[in-house]
């Protein structure tokens, strides 16, 4: 049975930061590519960052210098360190695995407010 389970989330304030992680069983962990994606209310989920099998990082524009995606293979989990939150940066965050298939997480709520 494959599981995804986000945990980090919750409150902080604008210009905080919270790190969020991605922990994988049932999966080969080391092939699959990892992303992380977040959605707002009546809003298309959005992809934020990537981590390929090979180590390759992507991001959306919007994120680009402020959050890091990273991986631990030894502990089938990915993170997402997330730095100068901003109120926009408010969403469920998601994170998914993907090889033949995309399996994905129930997502941890993100909110920054002051």
């Known amino acids: 049975q494959v599981r995804l389970v986000e945990s980090g989330g919750g409150l902080v304030q604008p210009g905080g930061s919270l790190s969020l992680s991605c922990a994988a069983s049932?999966?080969?962990?080391?092939?699959?590519?990892m992303n992380w994606y977040r959605q707002t209310p009546g809003q298309a989920r959005e992809w934020v960052a990537g981590?390929?099998?090979?180590?390759?990082?992507t991001y959306t524009d919007s994120v680009s210098g402020r959050f890091t995606i990273s991986r631990d293979n030894a502990k089938n989990t990915t993170y997402l360190q997330m730095n100068s939150l901003q109120p926009e940066d408010t969403a469920v965050y998601y994170c998914?695995?993907?090889?033949?298939?995309?399996?994905w997480g129930q997502g941890t709520q993100v909110t920054v407010s002051s």
């Open positions: 981590i390929s099998h090979a180590g390759l990082r």
């Open positions: 049932g999966i080969a962990f080391v092939l699959y590519d």
């Open positions: 998914s695995a993907a090889h033949t298939r995309v399996h």
